[in-house]
């Protein structure tokens, strides 16, 4: 059970691993994530399910090796076995026909984006990506994405690829070309999150967003992933991970995100669980 059968590195720290895990494979659907750990003492992790094989019974996911948890999963090997998975958890992203969708992933963001993206797309939408990195070394997924969008942005902080600049520069852009925009769908850091939001509200294009708070348990127990969604009180595990946008406090989601920074640190920099494997 969740044996790793391959592992690739897509960019500097980013990993993409295809596991087996039957059931997982086929009860999920896109905008559905798992929560694992590494080992017995380990905390849990939420991940993406980015995409799944029924047939083969297997899962993918793509993480990037940002803290203790993330780099123990990074030591992993094929042929090694994930210690426990939970999962699909979390709603799966609703999905029609809106008609023409931009469907932006910022960073490691791109790789929640995936599946949504295809999911738009089977819809019958004609899907416009936008998909930015720091630098051309660091974008995931290009020709997986070019393959099933109609249109593809490419943008990269320091222009090494694509366009020079931020991922909602270019939805400015797009928005500026006074083109129908029906719906949008932005992932990434909470801060791009926001500013492509803030844009479409002013437009009022209907955006939705994947919130990322810190998560425990994953059923809406722990309270860890509360956020504030139009002035009320919702768990992202239970009630998202997808809201509408223009409702996010974004502002309480990046408090909450820093609130463990010094114990995240100091756990990095222990160490001790990867002596004991
Ligand atoms: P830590 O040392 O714990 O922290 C490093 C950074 O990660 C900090 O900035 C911290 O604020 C953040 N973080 C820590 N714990 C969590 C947590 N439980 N949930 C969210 N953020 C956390 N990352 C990916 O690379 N790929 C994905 O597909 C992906 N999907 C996600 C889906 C959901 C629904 C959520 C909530 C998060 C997702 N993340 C994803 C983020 C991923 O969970 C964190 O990067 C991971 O938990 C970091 O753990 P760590 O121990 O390695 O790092
Ligand atoms: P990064 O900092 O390299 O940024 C990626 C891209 O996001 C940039 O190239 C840019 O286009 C855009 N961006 C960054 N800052 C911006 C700003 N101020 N305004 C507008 N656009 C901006 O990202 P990374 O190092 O790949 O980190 C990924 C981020 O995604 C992390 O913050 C992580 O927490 C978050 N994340 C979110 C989810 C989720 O479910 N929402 C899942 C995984 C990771
Ligand atoms: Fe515990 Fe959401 S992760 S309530």
Known sequence: MNKIISKRKLSEGIYRYTFENKELASARKPGQFLILRVHDKGERIPLT??????KLG???????AVGKTT?????????DC????????????????FGRCVAIGGGVGTA???????????AGNYVIAIIGARNKDALILVDEIRAISDELII??????????????????????RNDKIDYVYAVGPVIMMKSAADLTEKHNIKTEVSLNPIMVDGTGMCGSCRCIIDGKERFACIHGPDFNGHKVDFNLLIQRLKMFEGR???SMNCGCEKKEK
Request: a negative charge.
């Open 58 to 64: 297997t899962v993918d996911i793509i993480f990037q």
């Open 82 to 97: 994930i210690l426990d998975v939970a999962g699909p958890l979390g709603n799966p992203t609703p999905i029609e026909n």
């Open 49 to 54: 399910i980015v995409d799944s094989n029924k």
């Open 155 to 176: 943008t990269t902080d320091d222009g090494s690829a694509g366009t020079k600049g931020f991922v909602t520069d270019a939805l400015n852009q797009l928005i500026g």
């Open 71 to 79: 780099n123990l999963l990074s030591d992993l090997n094929e042929g």
């Open 112 to 122: 929640v984006l995936f599946p949504i993206l295809k999911a738009l797309k089977d």
């Open 264 to 266: 995240e640190q100091e």
